[in-house]
Nanobody
Framework: QVQLVESGGGLVQAGGSLTLACAAS????????MGWYRQAPGKQRELVAS???????NYADSVKGRFAISRDAAKNTVSLQMNSLKPEDTAVYYC?????????????WGQGTQVTVSS
C-alpha cells in the first residue's frame, strides 16, 4: 500500500472555501485513480470526487460546480478545492488511491482531515 498524508482541513463559515491536499509516499501510476471521500457522523463514507487525469474526473452530484479536484502526477499529489461550502459539507475527508494491479485493485486511505462548515 501507499501512505497518504492529508492537510488543509479546518473550520470555515458557510460560503467560504478550503483546499485539501494529499501527498502519496511513492509514485502512483498515471492510470491509477486518486480521489476524495467523506464521512459525516452517522452516515456512510461517500465519494466526493476522483481523478485519473484532467480530462477524466468524477464528482458527486452534491458538489458539482462547487468543488474541483486536481492532480499533480509528477509530485504524486491530489488536491480538492472546495468553494461555496455548506454546513452539509461538514465531514471527515479521506484521500484515496486505487491502484490497478495484476492481482486486483489495491486501495489505500489517508487518516482523514476534518472539515467543519458553520452556518
Amino acid at each position: 500500500q501507499v501512505q497518504l498524508v492529508e492537510s488543509g482541513g479546518g473550520l470555515v463559515q458557510a460560503g467560504g472555501s478550503l483546499t485539501l491536499a494529499c501527498a502519496a509516499s511513492r509514485s502512483i501510476f498515471k492510470s491509477d485513480t486518486m480521489g476524495w471521500y467523506r464521512q459525516a457522523p452517522g452516515k456512510q463514507r461517500e465519494l466526493v470526487a476522483s481523478i485519473i487525469d484532467s480530462s477524466t474526473t468524477n464528482y458527486a452530484d452534491s458538489v458539482k460546480g462547487r468543488f474541483a479536484i486536481s492532480r499533480d502526477a509528477a509530485k504524486n499529489t491530489v488536491s480538492l478545492q472546495m468553494n461555496s461550502l455548506k454546513p452539509e459539507d461538514t465531514a471527515v475527508y479521506y484521500c484515496n488511491v486505487k491502484e490497478f494491479t495484476a492481482w486486483g485493485i489495491r486501495e489505500s486511505w489517508g487518516q482523514g482531515t476534518q472539515v467543519t462548515v458553520s452556518s
